[in-house]
Structure formats: structure tokens, C-alpha cells
């Protein structure tokens, strides 16, 4: 289990498992006689991809970023994608039980960010985390209502839509600091408004960027995967990232990267970008 401090905090990657994704679709335009000379697809040409949550303890305050896939996929989106449901026990491996968490923040709502926000309970559709206060952003819940054709798969209401009848999770409109070291910041191009999350403490950082930056193969700023809705605007969106993070040393958490959850950002011969691990 990858763990370490931030200032005041304590940052501990809490994975989910792994599932598949389709590897032309994980690499988009770029060629896999490029990408394969990074990760390995299997025969079908998938590739394990991570399902990180990020556990950051501040000492008043447990916070909980991205929940996963959880356990509430059909069978054959579970003969698809794989349906490892491990969240809950590596928890509990740190430490932390589903009541011990207070705020739950959703990058966006596509079912492998936000599949532990509710689980079954019988019949019932119940909050994982009771006593959490759960963000996302408003217009990230709008635009999964519509089910639009291009991405109608990706939105699975009972991830959130209990939880805004209910009132217990707030709906954000664009950035905003939640608490003392913690905010969001919209990094549009995944989604018209993925959220990134920002957690400083004793003057260091670190960004929980989500599919800004799925993994750390994909640093070039044209990598974007073809799951990207806007990838013209995903490139602006890492150049406005990289400005800050890598003069900053801002520790990048990668929420697909289960090999190397996250690590440092830095520029080497020729403005080639690299990573130097946490």
C-alpha cells in the first residue's frame, strides 16, 4: 500500500482492484507499435488499468477521492470490464472503515470513478459512506442525464442520483476550496467539467488530476484516450497543469496507474517529459 505525508496530512492510495480497458481505446490516436512498448494488452488487446482512490487524513478530517467500480455491475459489463470490489477491504487494510469517512469528492461521474457511493443492500440502493458529505459538479450530473450516445454507458444513476435526492451529495459549480487544503479545480476535456483535486499542507502539494493524466504513460500532452470528449481541450488542459505542477513539485496522483499510482512531473533533455517516483 502506497502511503506518505503531505505537510500535516497523510496520503494513502486505496485501490479498488483492476479491470480491463481496451488499449486502443486507452491510447487513442497513438499507435500501438508506440504504446505496447510501455504496457503489455493480453489477446484481446486489453490492458489492466487501476482503479485508485486517493485516503487523505488530515487529522480532524478522513476524505475519500474517486470510490471505484464497487459491486453493482450487470454481468456483462462484470465479463467486460472485470469486477475486482476490493475498496472496501483495502479500507479497511488502512485502517478506516466505511463510518470513519466524512467527505467523499467525485472527479466525475463515470461508474468506474463513482461505483462505491452507493451499494446494494438487499433491494436497496444505500450510501457506502454514511456519514460522508459527497461533491461533484453540477454540470458533470447534468450532462449524465441527458444519455447521450456517445457516452449513455458511462453514467449509471444509482452511483449518485440517491444521494442528491437525499441531500447528501452537494452539487458543485466549478472550482472551490471544500475545506482548509483541499479544493477542486474543473479540467476540462475528459468531461466538460472533470475536477481535479488539490490538497496542500506545509506548503508542499499534491493533484488528484483523474483522466486528465490516467497514467503515468500518458504524459505526452497528444496521449489522450479516446474516451476523452474534448481531447483538443484535454491538451490545453495538461499544459495549464504542467505550468503549475512541475515548477511547483506537485506530487500527481494517477487514478488509473496501478504500477505507479503517482510520482513527480518534471521536464528532462528537450523539454521530454518524465516522472520521478514518490
Known amino acids: 500500500m502506497h502511503r506518505t505525508t503531505l505537510g500535516d496530512f497523510e496520503l494513502t492510495i486505496v485501490s479498488d482492484g483492476t479491470y480491463f480497458l481496451d488499449g486502443g481505446a486507452f491510447f487513442g490516436v497513438v499507435p500501438k507499435t508506440m504504446w505496447s512498448k510501455r ?9 489492466d488499468a487501476g482503479l485508485n482512490s486517493l485516503l487523505v487524513r488530515t487529522g480532524d478530517k478522513n476524505i475519500l477521492i474517486e470510490t471505484g467500480i464497487g459491486n453493482k455491475l ?6 467486460i470490464y472485470k469486477q475486482p470490489a476490493k475498496l472496501l477491504d483495502n479500507l479497511h487494510v488502512a485502517g478506516v472503515a466505511p463510518e470513519d469517512i466524512d467527505i467523499v469528492i467525485n472527479t466525475h461521474l463515470h461508474f468506474d470513478h463513482c461505483g462505491w457511493n452507493t451499494m446494494l443492500r438487499g433491494d436497496q440502493i444505500v450510501p457506502t459512506f454514511p456519514k460522508a458529505k459527497y ?7 447534468e450532462h449524465g442525464r441527458l444519455q447521450l450516445e456517445r457516452d449513455a454507458i458511462s453514467y449509471m444513476s444509482p452511483n449518485y442520483d440517491p444521494l442528491i435526492e437525499s441531500g447528501q451529495m452537494v452539487l458543485l459549480d466549478g ?9 477542486v ?8 467539467s472533470m475536477q481535479a483535486v488539490i490538497v496542500e499542507s506545509g506548503g508542499k502539494r499534491a493533484c488528484y488530476i483523474s483522466d486528465l ?6 504524459l505526452d500532452i497528444t496521449w489522450a484516450m479516446a474516451f476523452d ?3 483538443l481541450q484535454t491538451i490545453e488542459s495538461r499544459k495549464k497543469y504542467y505550468a503549475q505542477a512541475i515548477p511547483g513539485k ?4 494517477f487514478t488509473h496507474g496501478h504500477e505507479t499510482p503517482w510520482g513527480y512531473v518534471e521536464r528532462g533533455e528537450r523539454g521530454r517529459l518524465g516522472l520521478k517516483e514518490a
Do not use: C, M
Not at 39 to 47: A, E, G, L, P
Not at 135 to 141: D, I, L, M, V
Not at 185 to 192: D, R, Y
Open 135 to 141: 461533491y461533484a459538479q453540477r454540470q458533470e450530473w
Open 39 to 47: 504496457i503489455t494488452s493480453d489477446d484481446q488487446n486489453r490492458v
Open 213 to 218: 493524466i490516467p497514467t503515468s504513460n500518458h
Open 250 to 253: 506537485w506530487l500527481t496522483v
Open 185 to 192: 479545480k474543473v479540467f476540462p476535456g475528459h468531461t466538460t
Open 229 to 231: 470528449l474534448f481531447p
Open 175 to 183: 472550482d472551490q476550496e471544500l475545506l482548509p487544503g483541499i479544493s
Open 74 to 79: 450487470s454481468d456483462k459489463l462484470v465479463q
